[in-house]
């Protein structure tokens, strides 16, 4: 498997590679997203040292795996006893580099390390500090799944290691367009339309998109990766985010309550979905979920900050509650069967709805305002006799607001009398809501759908039509 897409990601690493500085990069972005694979892949694994912290393990542990891996790197010592005595090998090891260019040191999976009262953190912001700042041919590259936990511990700190960090990558899930070139460079071949339906499962996790087969249809791959009876993805939801997170129940309580509200919820409302009390473990628990890619906190359109909704967005946590909360009965080929059906239909605009909101930078350039400031809201009301849902809506600096619907639809849309009038209203309601210092604005409507609708006069209730074909180009 080679290195595709993340083109701007290499960029970044190319740069610190050529840098005449020391360099001292996070990388961060959430589990399976493929952090390992690129460093390891930009760099040919030729690392000046390299290691890999070990889930559940002991201080002594660490250590003594610390002590095997400086081996292999020709430091012949006992395990060290303290991080700071570890840091001490490292430092002996790329002194003896003498190599020209860059001397790249990787270790991976930092909150393993750094548990606590371990000194990690501590060992580490000395060594960087007293020596590593010092050393132009030195590139220090740490990396970790808790995206919250990194940002927390390498861009926030206020300890000894505030403000050390030279640069930053977070890698996000693959878009559309980067998911059909890694499908392709596997010899996946799909059309885009069963694509986006792989996204709308797996999302755009560079794990589970390896694990498709080439010899099988889509159904057949989600139905041996989640529904056979080894199915390697049937316990991931819960595997997911107990890596991720300390106290994973609490996250899991909170994406579970936001699952069963497709529009999302309050701060209130989720609070009491939940049970669990307000305060600082609460915001930190949404925090987390947020800064790691799985829900979205939006203001709703024309509300103030303390209505913030949350919106569970990640694609896989919604397919999995949604239809593996119990794989012991499930039939094998339960998503083959279960595609030609209604339900799926109805599944599927849902699911699409959230590729959407994952692609707005898209959705922004294929309406030609990707230079103009843009803010995304939803907004849900009415009258006591017609209410209306918009889930995503771009506010504009240049005096227009799109109201998206979003329609996924197996061929091209023909747009009827009842979707003609559904939009109508829509927008009438919405403009009847926009506060007095908003009414000079023009309220467009925007249909985001698969392909191109068939021309029909009803068609021209949309100002602008955008297409899955949008979806896929780069942001």
């Given amino acids: 498997m080679s290195l595709v897409a993340r083109r701007a990601e290499q960029r970044e690493l190319a740069r610190f590679q050529s840098s005449p500085r020391p360099e001292f990069v996070a990388v961060f972005g959430r589990r399976r997203v493929g952090k390992t694979f690129l460093i390891r892949e930009f760099f040919h694994d030729n690392f000046c040292f390299a290691f890999t912290g070990r889930s559940n393990a002991t201080k002594k542990e660490q250590l003594a795996s610390f002590s095997a891996a400086a ?112 499908l392709q460079s596997l010899g996946v071949v799909m059309s885009r339309y069963q694509i986006i339906e792989t996204a709308m ?21 989600v139905d041996a990766l989640c529904f056979d009876g080894r199915a390697p993805l049937a316990h991931e939801f819960h595997n997911l985010y107990a890596s991720l997170f300390k106290n994973a129940e609490r996250y899991e309580t909170v994406v579970r309550a936001l699952a069963t509200k497709t529009r999302g919820l309050t701060r209130a409302e989720l609070l009491h979905e939940t049970g669990l009390t307000q305060g600082g473990r609460f915001t930190k628990t949404v925090d987390d979920l947020a800064s790691s890619g799985f829900l979205r906190s939006y203001h709703a359109f024309g509300k103030k900050e303390r209505d913030t909704v949350f919106q569970l967005i990640d694609p896989f946590s919604l397919f999995a509650l949604r239809y593996l909360g119990d794989t012991t009965h499930k039939d094998p080929r339960f998503w083959s069967n279960f595609t030609p059906t209604p339900a799926h239909a109805a599944w599927s605009g849902y699911a699409f709805e959230q590729v959407c909101l994952l692609h707005t930078e898209q959705i922004r350039r294929a309406l030609g305002i990707s230079g103009v400031l843009t803010d995304f809201a939803a907004w849900s009301g009415g009258t006591p006799a017609a209410q209306a849902q918009i889930d995503l809506i ?49 309220v467009h409507s925007t249909l985001v759908t698969t392909y191109t609708p068939v021309p029909t006069p009803r068609l021209g209730v949309f100002q602008s039509i955008i297409t899955m074909d949008d979806l896929f180009e780069s942001a």
């Fill in 71 to 182: 081996r292999g790197y020709g430091a012949a010592t006992a395990p060290p006893a303290t991080w700071r005595d570890a840091f001490l090998i490292l430092r002996s090891i790329v002194e003896a580099d003498r190599r020209p260019g860059k001397k790249v040191v990787f270790l991976d999976e930092m909150p393993w390390m750094a548990t606590d009262r371990s000194g990690f953190l501590d060992e580490l912001g000395h060594f960087w500090n007293s020596w590593g700042m010092m050393q132009a041919e030195l590139l220090l590259i740490v990396c970790g799944s808790a995206t919250s936990w990194m940002s927390e511990k390498f861009i926030d700190d206020v300890g000894g290691l505030h403000n050390r960090t030279t640069g930053t990558i977070e890698l996000k899930p693959f878009t559309l367009g980067e998911t059909e070139q890694f």
């Fill in 394 to 442: 771009l506010d504009r600096r240049d005096g227009v607001i799109n109201l998206c619907e979003m329609k996924y639809a197996r061929e091209p849309l023909v747009a009827d009398a009842g979707l003609e009038n559904a939009v109508l209203r829509q927008r009438a309601l919405f403009s009847a809501a926009l506060p007095r210092i908003r009414k000079s604005h023009a």
């Fill in 201 to 221: 499962i797996f999302g755009g996790i560079p794990y589970y998109l390896q694990l498709l087969r080439p010899d099988r249809s889509l159904a057949q791959n």
